[in-house]
């Protein structure tokens, strides 16, 4: 007899042997005993969870010549043995994925007239019936819905979202379960100690993971572990074969890790894709040692969760008091990003050694990265940078350099997500004192100042703001009034957007753009705020200085004007933490300035071509 696999040599022939579906079982079981079996079964469920087994020993038992139908199928009777080698003519076995048209279910319907030749019934076992075509399903709905007494339909799909309601109506619906891994590993065990194999119980059990619910499946690894001819097989043998790594390999990685060894972390790396481990494999391997490392930092008694041995217990107990809940929580979404990624991505490598660099240094890797130098947005040099909390330099002045050539280092992050402190800033900003007395500081409840903006020059198109903020309408008095000069009242800003002087420049250029760069870097780190346009402000605004109560913001882009103007009340409260004062947004509109000097700069030339022609027909030529 020729050579079978392993998982048809011993597929169940018997309800009995039919494991990981009891509840499946029971039902088809009790309407064989009680002879109400349905006219038209749905078996749904992922691959090698015995849908279409389940279907041929319906098949069997209804057909089957044993008289006692708690019996049934009996699996030695003439039918039954037919039916499992495939010849008994009244189960037909039809395949949607290649017979899925409006024709090959014509055959079928025509075929259903004719009564069983042999059996009692006459059975019609579709599989991946999905795979039908929309005239195909409407072709089949009558014959489905009222077929002959004498014949019964069992449909099987590893996806029933894609059949249509009027399918799914006519059918009993029976859901198929992932096998669980302790019952697929005591199977394989009867199998092995069958053949006379011995295999370790972390062994059965890495293969029963690694099988992901499916019978199937794992006897397809299963019987290459036995190919070899061993009559004992270990899990080091079993990681072989299968392309994995050792749990020790996976605790050397995640030492290197935790102790921020980038470098060692990628030559580790290195060393397994050398050898030539499958790195998809390694991603979702990795990712279940980090769930074992939650487990064992939280169960008192891990072992009977996870699918290492025993030795490897204490050595994760050990590891998990180095790591935090956090730590493992970003390692396993990176992982599973990654996993993801690698799906559709033929350099999995890079995808396996950007997660090392994203898990080992997650801070430097979530920060932003500066803009080249030839993006609008303006540069600002690395030594201009403040040291948070530090009101000056050295010697007690700004603690703001401009100079290009000084290094002050990396700008460090305070707890609110700023990289510069106010006393940073206010040495180049206006006293922020009150007429009469000392610093005012503006009520928790008072909202942040208004804003200016020309109407005229509205944008086209504005974002939409997401729930949660506020839009501060632009009407004539909304808001707070800033905070006035000694002597005078306070008064609404008017904007003259082409004009220079609506605002003077402060001591130096950088340190604008440094309050400009920290005010957006509180924007993005505002755990309540939700924009994700933030970053586009950076380059086409550029703030160009404060005059008392007034900061005066050139923009080159009716986008950005309208995102200004929506949410000025957060971006005023965000200026006040930052400054300590009220100040009033004015806008200055760079295209429109630069629209009006083009304008005007043709105008002039109209009027000297005008005077030209004037002069050689001798007489007014008049401009429109």
Not at 195 to 206: K, N
Not at 222 to 238: N, S, Y
Not at 488 to 509: G, I, K, Y
Request: hydrophobic fraction near 35%; charge should be negative.
């Amino acid at each position: 007899m020729a050579y079978r696999a392993l998982y048809r040599e011993t597929r169940p022939e018997v309800f009995s042997e039919l494991i990981g579906q009891e509840s499946i079982v029971k039902i088809i079981k009790h309407q064989i005993r009680t002879g109400t079996v349905s006219h038209a079964y749905l078996f749904c469920g992922t691959r090698g969870t015995g849908k279409t087994t389940t279907a041929r020993l319906l098949a069997k038992a209804v057909n089957c010549l044993e008289e006692d139908p708690e019996g049934r199928p009996c699996g030695h009777c003439e039918n039954c043995k037919a039916i499992s080698e495939g010849t008994f003519i009244d189960v037909i076995e039809i395949d949607a994925a290649s017979n899925n048209g409006v024709d090959n279910i014509r055959e079928l319907r025509e075929s259903v007239k004719y009564p069983p030749a042999v059996g009692r019934m006459k059975v019609y076992i579709i599989d991946e019936v999905h795979m039908l075509s929309q005239g195909a399903y409407n072709a089949l709905l009558k014959t489905l819905e009222e077929p002959p007494d004498y014949v019964i339909f069992i449909l099987a799909t590893t996806d029933p979202e894609r059949l249509p309601q009027t399918v799914l109506s006519r059918c009993m619906r029976l859901d198929f379960r992932r096998v669980p891994g302790s019952v697929l590993a005591a199977h394989m065990k009867d199998i092995t100690r069958q053949r006379g194999v011995e295999v370790s119980d972390d062994a059965l059990r890495l293969i029963a993971s690694n099988a992901d619910g499916s019978v199937r499946d794992s006897l397809s690894i299963l019987e290459q572990c036995l190919a070899g001819g061993d009559k004992v097989i270990g899990r080091d043998q079993v990681l072989e074969l299968i392309g994995g790594l050792s749990t020790e390999f996976y605790q050397r990685l995640t030492d290197r890790v935790l102790a921020g060894d980038v470098s060692g972390a990628l030559m580790t790396v290195d060393e397994a894709v050398r050898e030539g481990k499958d790195v998809r494999q390694m991603m979702k391997d990795w990712m279940t040692f980090f769930r074992s490392l939650m487990i064992v930092k939280y169960v008192e008694k891990p072992e009977d969760m996870l699918n290492i041995s025993s030795d490897n217990v204490a050595v994760l107990k050990e590891q998990s008091q180095r790591i935090s809940l956090s730590e493992i929580n970003n390692a396993i979404v990176v992982l599973a990003k990654a996993i993801d990624d690698s799906r559709y991505s033929t350099q999995v490598r890079i995808l396996m050694e950007m997660a090392v660099v994203n898990i080992t240094m997650p801070d430097v890797a979530s920060q932003p990265q500066p803009l080249p130098q030839s993006h609008t947005r303006r540069s600002v040099p690395s030594g201009s940078r403040p040291q948070a909390g530090v009101p000056g330099g050295a010697e007690g002045g700004s603690a703001v350099n401009a100079s290009a050539g000084t290094s002050q280092g990396a700008r460090p992050r305070t707890a609110s997500g700023l990289g510069m402190s106010r006393a940073g800033i206010e040495p180049h900003l206006p006293p922020r004192t009150s007429p009469g007395g000392p610093s005012q500081e503006r009520p928790v409840d008072q909202p942040p100042a208004a804003i200016d903006i020309d109407e005229e020059n509205d944008m086209d198109f504005v974002p939409d703001i997401p729930a949660g903020i506020d839009a501060y309408e632009n009407r004539g008095g909304a808001g707070p009034e800033p905070i006035a000069p000694t002597g005078e009242a306070a008064s609404p800003v008017q904007e003259s957007p082409n004009t220079d002087a609506a605002a003077e420049p402060p001591e130096s250029e950088t340190d604008m753009a440094v309050l400009w760069e920290d005010l957006m870097d509180a924007m993005e780190a505002d755990p309540d705020d939700h924009h994700h346009f933030w970053g586009m402000l950076r380059g086409t605004v550029i703030p160009q200085g404060i005059k008392g109560d007034e900061i005066l913001l050139s923009v080159n882009s009716n986008t950005a004007k309208g995102m200004i103007k929506r949410n000025q009340q957060v971006l005023s409260q965000k200026l006040y933490d930052l400054t300590g004062k009220h100040l009033v947004i004015v806008v200055k509109d760079q295209a429109k300035g630069e629209a009006e000097e083009k304008s005007e700069e043709e105008r002039r030339e109209l009027e000297e071509l005008a005077k030209k022609a004037s002069a050689f027909l001798g007489r007014d030529v008049p401009i429109k």
